[in-house]
């Protein structure tokens, strides 16, 4: 098992953070769950145990400094360490709406509240990891081209944003032997609700662009981000793990 006896935080129940949560869990790490949502959060955990898991659960506004920095406290006492964090928390973002025609409030809230987040579950879990010197932190997202037929608002900015503070958490833990990774996807179709108005248009635009004809899975998330938190990923840092199955080529 690739992460057996490391605790791991996710921030976020839905159906991404359902896929690492049980990635996590499938390579033996304890997994800490945290979301807003008591019944997804319910939902999620009850999925992680019946495949075999072990999972806690805490309710966390991870927009709220306080509220993440007592979670990731209470986990490091609790069971002993912070060994992987990575935040899969929706931002909250409009799209469908041209940038000419967009309100402020909407562009950029999603900036805001993915630079936010992001750093506040980084910086809580890398307090831990500084004095355990080992730990990793994980991003997700994917920043690639404009979207040519597709208003997608401040989402990619906000992704953008997040790329770059990673690489600065990356040279600023590297020292302390904490490993930051992205992983980056060029769209998971799972994602995409079944009643979205255009969804089949949109997911043939995602998978249009790819060499391999499809685009990743749930479940290649959860295997890329085990990976990634793994030993056996122990050299890459302030790097992305490209998942987009050919859609970005580095």
């Known amino acids: 098992m690739l992460l057996k006896d490391k605790n791991a935080l996710v921030y976020g129940a839905g159906g991404i953070g ?17 979301s807003r949502t008591p019944a997804r959060l319910e939902a999620v955990a009850a ?23 007592a979670h990731a406290d209470a986990v490091a006492k609790e ?32 900036v805001h509240n993915a630079v936010r987040t992001t750093f506040l579950t980084s910086k809580a879990a890398a307090r831990h990891m500084i004095r355990q010197k080992s730990g990793v932190l994980l991003t997700f997202g994917g920043v690639g081209d404009p979207m040519h037929d597709y208003f997608i608002g401040g989402f990619q900015v906000a992704l953008s944003a997040v790329d770059m503070l990673r690489k600065q958490f990356a040279a600023e833990l590297g020292p302390h032997g904490v490993r930051v990774v992205g992983l980056k996807t060029g769209g998971i179709p799972e994602s995409i609700p079944e009643d979205f108005a255009g969804r089949d248009e949109l ?5 249009e662009p790819t060499m391999l004809g499809r685009t990743a ?18 050299s890459i840092t302030a790097a992305e793990l490209n998942i987009t199955c050919g859609a970005i080529v580095d």
């Open 18 to 34: 359902r896929a690492v949560a049980l990635g996590f869990a499938r390579e033996g790490a304890t997994v800490h769950l945290a």
């Open 47 to 69: 999925d992680v145990r019946e495949a075999g898991g072990t999972v806690s659960t805490a309710v966390v506004d991870a927009l709220d400094e306080s509220a993440v920095d």
């Open 79 to 110: 069971a002993g360490s912070v060994d992987v964090s990575i935040n899969l928390v929706s931002v909250g973002d409009i799209q469908g709406t041209p940038l000419a025609e967009m309100t402020l409030s909407d562009f950029e809230a999603p």
């Open 203 to 207: 997911v043939a635009s995602l998978v």
């Open 217 to 234: 899975t749930y479940e290649d998330v959860g295997n890329a981000a085990a990976f990634a938190a793994s030993d056996r990923a122990a």
